[in-house]
């Protein structure tokens, strides 16, 4: 069994891949090679570079949102958006590979939404909610940018704390 070490490793270098030359370009040769492991040691727990970038992306946007306070649900979905839209993975993976999102527009919910969900449901104290709460959130950061004629992203994630505040009130 691969070490939790060794797996940190592995995605820490397959986020250098994949910032460097985006999924598709990502063999999971140059990330054995970057983290300095063999291939076989990254085939035990990844069959292929998309389940190793779905790790990572579960990694990187939990670790956004570990880094919330929510005591304050309101900003911490904002900051949250705004933390995710500024990511470097984020802006690679929607500026080079936005498929690799589409299962979990339309398809399923992925270990992130699992674990933001658990963290809204704490946080509002309704699992209905938190759900809303999250597809409110995930529209604004997926398509906020394509609304910014002739307003910006701070006047959007305005309208998202008003929208926000008034639901959870």
């Given at each position: 069994m691969?070490?939790?070490r060794h797996n940190e490793g592995v995605l820490d270098a397959a986020r250098d891949c994949v910032l460097?030359?985006?999924v598709r370009r990502t063999t999971l040769t140059d990330v054995a090679r970057r983290a300095g492991v063999s291939r076989m040691?990254?085939?035990r727990r990844w069959p292929?570079?998309?389940t190793?970038?779905?790790d990572l992306m579960t990694r990187e946007w939990v670790r956004v949102?570990?880094?919330l306070d929510m005591s304050d649900p309101v900003r911490a979905v904002v900051a949250g958006v705004r933390g995710l839209r500024a990511h470097p993975l984020w802006r690679k993976i929607?500026?080079?590979d936005p498929e690799l999102l589409m299962p979990y527009l339309f398809d399923r919910r992925g270990a992130a939404h699992e674990a933001v969900l658990a963290?809204?449901?704490q946080a509002v104290g309704d699992p209905r909610k938190a759900r809303a709460v999250l597809l409110v959130a995930q529209s604004f950061l997926l398509s906020a940018p394509t609304m910014l004629d002739p307003v910006t992203l701070d006047e959007l994630d305005t309208e998202l704390t008003v929208l926000l505040e008034a639901y959870l009130g």
């Open positions: 691969t070490s939790i460097a030359y985006g040691t990254i085939y292929d570079v998309r190793l970038v779905a949102v570990a880094e929607v500026a080079a963290v809204l449901e």
